[in-house]
C-alpha cells in the first residue's frame, strides 16, 4: 500500500522560496507520475505539475515561471519548490501520485503553508 | 480560474438521489480527456471517487456513478447517506493549458 507524507516549514516569508518534501513508502518513486497540487483556505484544488522521475514534467502554464520538480531517487521522495511567493501562496498543499489511470488515486495528508 | 463549472452546493434528504453537473468544453471534457471525480470530506485529503468517466476504485460504494455527455460530466449519488456530506470535484486536462490538469470549482453535498 503505497503512502505519501508531506513535509515543509509551514511558515516562509513573502518573496522567499517555499520548499516541500513528499516522502514515498510502500513502493518506488520511479514507478509512477507524480503531482502537487495546493487548495487555498475554504477554496477550490488547484493542480500545480506532475512529473516523472527521469525528468519528464508538466507544469500548470499559471505557476510554471515559479515552480520546480525533481526527485530524489536514494531517498525514494519527490519535492516541490515554488519561488517568490505572496499571500496567494497560502494553502493546503497535497502531493499524489497519478496512477495507470492517469487518475490522482493516492494523496498525502497535506501541509499548510502560511505566506 | 478553473475551466470547469459546477454547482456550489447540492442537497438531498437521506436515501434520495442527488447528481453533479461539470461543465467544460471541447478544449478538456469535448476532447475525450478522461473525466475523474474526488471527494473531499470535511479537513480530509481529497480521495478518488471515479476515475476515467464511469469507473469506481475498489472500495468505492456502487451508489456512486459517473456519466459524460458531449462536453459535461455528471456524478450521481444514490441512496443518500449521511457520511456523503463532503465537497466533490471534478477533474480533466485540457489542451489549450499544454494538457494540464484542471480541475473543477467544487460542490459542496448538504445530506438535509
Known amino acids: 500500500q503505497v503512502q505519501l507524507q508531506e513535509s515543509g516549514p509551514g511558515l516562509v516569508q513573502p518573496s522567499e522560496t517555499l520548499s516541500l518534501t513528499c516522502a514515498v513508502s510502500g513502493g518506488s518513486i520511479s514507478s509512477s507520475y507524480w503531482s502537487w497540487i495546493r487548495q487555498p483556505p475554504g477554496k477550490g484544488l488547484e493542480w500545480i505539475g506532475h512529473f516523472y522521475y527521469s525528468g519528464s514534467v508538466n507544469y500548470n502554464p499559471s505557476l510554471k515561471s515559479r515552480v520546480t520538480m525533481s526527485a530524489d531517487s536514494s531517498k525514494n521522495q519527490f519535492s516541490l519548490k515554488v519561488s517568490s511567493l505572496t499571500a496567494a501562496d497560502t494553502a493546503v498543499y497535497y502531493c499524489?501520485?497519478?496512477?495507470?489511470?492517469?487518475?490522482?488515486?493516492?494523496w498525502g495528508q497535506g501541509t499548510m503553508v502560511t505566506v | 480560474q478553473s475551466v470547469l463549472t459546477q454547482p456550489p452546493s447540492v442537497s438531498g434528504a437521506p436515501g434520495q438521489r442527488v447528481t453533479i453537473s461539470c461543465t467544460g468544453d471541447?478544449?478538456?471534457?469535448?476532447?475525450?480527456?478522461?473525466v475523474n471525480w474526488y471527494q473531499q470530506l470535511p479537513g480530509k485529503a481529497p480521495k478518488l471517487l471515479i476515475y476515467?468517466?464511469?469507473d469506481r476504485p475498489s472500495g468505492v460504494p456502487d451508489r456512486f456513478s459517473g456519466s459524460k455527455s458531449g462536453t459535461s460530466a455528471s456524478l450521481a449519488i444514490n441512496g443518500l447517506q449521511a457520511e456523503d456530506e463532503a465537497d466533490y470535484y471534478c477533474q480533466s486536462s485540457d489542451n489549450s493549458l499544454s494538457s494540464s490538469y484542471v480541475f473543477g470549482t467544487g460542490t459542496k453535498v448538504t445530506v438535509l
Open positions: 499524489a501520485r497519478r496512477g495507470t489511470t492517469r487518475a490522482l488515486d493516492i
Open positions: 471541447n478544449s478538456n471534457i469535448g476532447a475525450y480527456y478522461d
Open positions: 476515467a468517466y464511469s
